[in-house]
Nanobody, 124 residues
């Protein structure tokens, strides 16, 4: 089992930046593919970004491509989400998640482990 704790959320003006971190503990971090998801009020949870075990492959929601960057540091058991040029529509609770599945990196039900979430609010 792996435990995940997100940090770095907050309130930022449109056009600003935030860097989310997700610290993992428990099992070997490098065994897990990692993802970031978000959920806005009244909406379903959606995939934002994913990264493979080594960090060599990344995946993004179309609307965040070119603005968000996912990365990982396996030596320090942490995955990051750098968010630039933030927009009000990026406002949501952001969750990191871990999976050992070899499929469905964009699908929430593929992930067995979830953090508690961190709030990101972008004001216009």
């Amino acid at each position: 089992q792996v435990q995940l704790v997100e940090s770095g959320g907050g309130l930022v003006q449109a056009g600003g930046s935030l860097r989310l971190s997700c610290a993992a503990s428990g099992r070997t971090f490098s065994n897990y593919r990692m993802g970031w998801f978000r959920q806005a009020p009244g909406k379903e949870r959606e995939f934002v970004a994913g990264i493979n075990r080594s960090g060599g492959l990344t995946y993004y929601l179309d609307s965040v491509k070119g603005r968000f960057t996912i990365s990982r540091d396996n030596a320090n058991n942490t995955v990051y989400l750098q968010m630039n040029s933030l927009k009000p529509e990026d406002t949501a609770v952001y969750y990191c998640a871990a999976t050992t599945a070899t499929y469905g990196i964009r699908t929430a039900r593929s992930y067995a482990y979830w953090g508690q979430g961190t709030q990101v609010t972008v004001s216009s």
